[in-house]
C-alpha cells in the first residue's frame, strides 16, 4: 500500500532563510516522520545545493521574467492561475490526499484552493500572521495590502481546514465559521542539548530592533546586570543594520560603557555561524508588546531557543504563557519591573544549578509542546478523524 502524499505549495526560500522556511521545513520533516510522501512547489526557484541538501522532491512554478520588481510582481499574481490549471488538468494533482497552502494572498489562495477542491483534494492553508502585519510599500495604497486583505478574509476561509499558529487566529476565523486547528511554531527535540559555558554568561538577541522587540526594555535589563557585577556578554545579530531603528539604540550602547564593553555586534553570520553561536548562549530575548500583530502571531525563534538550550527572556503576550511559566522553565519581564527582573536573574546567574533547572523544563516544555512529531501527529489524527 503505497504511503498517503502531501503537497507543501508555499511562496517562501525553502529550506533555509526566514522562520516561514523553518516552519515549513519542520512540517515538512514531521509529515516524513509520519511515513508521508512529501512534495513540495514553489514560487521561486531554490538553489540547487539547497535541493541536493534536503532530498525532497521539489519544483517551482515561479517563471523566470524581466522587468524588475514590475515584472516580478506580475509573475506572483500568473503564477498561481497557471498552477490552478494544471491542477485542473494533469492527473497527477489527484493522487494527493491533501494539499498544504502557505501563502495569504487572494490571488494565490482562492485560484489554488479552488483548484484542488475541483478535484476532491483537501486543502489546508497555515495562517501565522494577522493582516495588521502587512509591511508592504505604499501600505493601505498598495493592490498588494487588499491582495493580502481579500486573502485574509475572504479566500483563505473557504479552505476545508486552517492551520491557525495562536488561539487569537484561530478565534478568528471560527467566529466566521472556518474550521480550524491549532498549530503553533514546532521544532525537533529529539536530543537535550550540552551548553557550552565559558565562565561569563552569555545573552543573545536576534532582530533588527524594532520596537515591537522592547530594545529599551532589553537593555535596560543588561545594563542593570552589569551595573550589579554579572560578568555576561552580549550578543546580538540580524540585519539590523539595515532598520531604520537601529540607529538609536546602537548609541545608546555606544554611550553606556559597560554595555559597549560588553556587547558583541555582530549582524548577519551565515546558519552555521549562528548555529555555534547559540550553542554558548544561557538566556535569549525574546520580549513581545501586547499587541494584535503580536498576539496573533507566535516567535519562532522561541522554539528553536529552547531547543538549543537557551533559557527564553520574553513577555506574558499570549499565546507564550499557555505553555511557559515565569520562574518554571522561562523568565517572564513585564510582570515584575525591571528591577525585579534584574534581582531574578542576579539570582540565577549566580547558581548554575538553577540555571540548568530552567533549562531542562524550557527543553521538557518545549518536547511537549512545541515537538514537530507530535504536532504534525496531531494534525494527521485530525484529518483522519
Request: proline letters at 5%; charged letters at 25%.
Amino acid at each position: 500500500m503505497s504511503p498517503p502524499k502531501i503537497l507543501f505549495i508555499a511562496s517562501v526560500p525553502y529550506p533555509t532563510g526566514w522562520a516561514a522556511s523553518a516552519r515549513i521545513r519542520n512540517l515538512v520533516a514531521g509529515f516524513e516522520a509520519s511515513h508521508w510522501h512529501v512534495d513540495i512547489c514553489l514560487f521561486g526557484r531554490p538553489a540547487a545545493e539547497a535541493i541536493e541538501s534536503y532530498g525532497n522532491n521539489i519544483s517551482w512554478c515561479f517563471p523566470d521574467v524581466r522587468g524588475g520588481r514590475l515584472g516580478r510582481q506580475y509573475a506572483y499574481y500568473v503564477a498561481p492561475r497557471r498552477l490552478a490549471y494544471q491542477v485542473q488538468t494533469k492527473s497527477v494533482y489527484q493522487t494527493y490526499d491533501c494539499v498544504y497552502l502557505y501563502a495569504r494572498a487572494y490571488s494565490v489562495v482562492a485560484p489554488l484552493i479552488a483548484a484542488f477542491q475541483g478535484i476532491g483534494v483537501r486543502v489546508i492553508v497555515d495562517v501565522n500572521e494577522a493582516h495588521s502585519h502587512f509591511s508592504g510599500l505604499g501600505g493601505a495604497l498598495s493592490p498588494n495590502f487588499w491582495n493580502s486583505y481579500f486573502g485574509y478574509r475572504h479566500a483563505i476561509p473557504r479552505a476545508d481546514l486552517i492551520a491557525c499558529i495562536s488561539e487569537e487566529l484561530s478565534d478568528f476565523y471560527r467566529d466566521i465559521g472556518a474550521n480550524t486547528f491549532l498549530l503553533p511554531s514546532v521544532e525537533f527535540y529529539d536530543q537535550r542539548p550540552e551548553k557550552n559555558r565559558l565562565g561569563r554568561t552569555k545573552f543573545l538577541y536576534s532582530g533588527s530592533f524594532y520596537e515591537r522587540d522592547y530594545p529599551d526594555l532589553m537593555l535596560s535589563i543588561v545594563e542593570g546586570l552589569l551595573q550589579r557585577g554579572v560578568p555576561l556578554d552580549f550578543v546580538i545579530t540580524g540585519p539590523y543594520e539595515s532598520s531604520p531603528n537601529a540607529e538609536k539604540y546602537l548609541k545608546r550602547i555606544e554611550s553606556s560603557d559597560c554595555l559597549r564593553e560588553n556587547t558583541r555586534l555582530l549582524g548577519r553570520v551565515p546558519e552555521s555561524e549562528y548555529l555555534e553561536i547559540k550553542r554558548t548562549i544561557d538566556f535569549g530575548f525574546i520580549l513581545r508588546r501586547n499587541h494584535h500583530a503580536e498576539r496573533a502571531s507566535f516567535p519562532t525563534r522561541l522554539v528553536e531557543f529552547i531547543r538549543e538550550g537557551i533559557i527564553p527572556v520574553t513577555t506574558s503576550v499570549p499565546d507564550v504563557p499557555n505553555y511557559l511559566s515565569h520562574g518554571l522553565d522561562s523568565v517572564f519581564t513585564e510582570s515584575q519591573g525591571i528591577d525585579a527582573t534584574v534581582e531574578y536573574l542576579v539570582k540565577v546567574c549566580e547558581n548554575s544549578d538553577e540555571m540548568n533547572r530552567l533549562r531542562d523544563n524550557a527543553f521538557d516544555a518545549g518536547k511537549l509542546h512545541f515537538c514537530a512529531k507530535k504536532n504534525v501527529a496531531r494534525l494527521i489524527d485530525y484529518l483522519d478523524g
